[in-house]
């Protein structure tokens, strides 16, 4: 393996790393979010289609809740 993926490699994994280690849900979701996203470059530069649909399909799920809780708290800020 080339460094270069190494280094991409070892990135994602600290920043996954650090994002379960933070205080609340959205901040989880977006380092997460953003880890599994150089994780799908990862993947593809050492071509590893699993790592690469794995993280693909967490990156649309933390998405997807992260737009609910913006959702949420839109709802809580309008209503008041």
Known sequence: M????????YVALALNL????????KRLR????FANGIYV???IVIQAM?????CTVA???HAYRLYQ???????????G
Request: aromatic share 14%.
């Open 2 to 9: 080339n460094d270069f993926a190494d280094i991409v490699g």
């Open 18 to 25: 650090y994002s379960m280690s933070v205080i609340g849900e």
């Open 41 to 43: 470059f990862y993947g």
């Open 59 to 61: 990156v649309f799920l």
């Open 30 to 33: 977006s380092l997460s979010l």
């Open 50 to 54: 699993p790592i690469v649909l794995g």
């Open 69 to 79: 809780i913006k959702i949420k708290t839109y709802d809580k800020d309008s209503i």
